[in-house]
């Protein structure tokens, strides 16, 4: 049995998610599922950490046109908590393609094209560390107790 701990994950929706005004819903099922976020923003990423938070895909031949994509409007990030919260956010989001998503997840109920895919979220705890300091300085995540963690988790 995998060990249940907390963790934190980096969490992006992407400009077509926000042009779609499907941020709440996003948020919202994050919440409900009992994670907390513990940093977020509305930025717009420039080339130089669109490249750098792609760097893995920089030598496939789709990687000039996903840095386009993701700078070509606001996104939103966060920093997600909660146990498990990496491989219980990536069950949330779905498969990277929205045509092979499971229905109920984000991909799966919002996307249709794998270019447009609303959501990204880190696949490893590695990834997270990354990607999550190259968004978010240590000072802009907070720690903090909910009073209804007693209620999703067991203690």
Do not use: C
Not at 66 to 88: D, F, H, Q, R
């Amino acid at each position: 049995m995998e060990l249940e701990r907390f963790e934190r994950t980096f969490v992006m929706v992407k400009p077509d998610g926000v042009e779609r005004g499907v941020i709440g819903e996003v948020i919202s099922r994050l919440e409900r599922k009992g994670l907390k976020i513990v940093a977020m923003k509305m930025l717009k990423i420039q080339g130089s950490l669109a490249k750098e938070h792609y760097a893995e895909h920089r030598e496939k031949p789709f990687f000039d046109a996903l840095v386009s994509y993701i700078t070509s409007g606001p996104v939103v990030a966060m920093v997600v908590e909660g146990k498990n919260a990496i491989k219980v956010v990536r069950t949330l989001v779905g498969a990277t393609n929205p045509i092979e998503a499971d229905p109920g997840t984000i991909r799966g109920d919002l996307g249709m094209d794998l270019g447009r895919n609303i959501i990204h979220a880190s696949d490893s705890e590695k990834s997270a560390q990354r990607e999550i300091s190259l968004f978010f300085n240590p000072d802009e995540i907070l720690s903090y107790e909910r009073a209804v963690d007693k209620w999703i988790y067991e203690r």
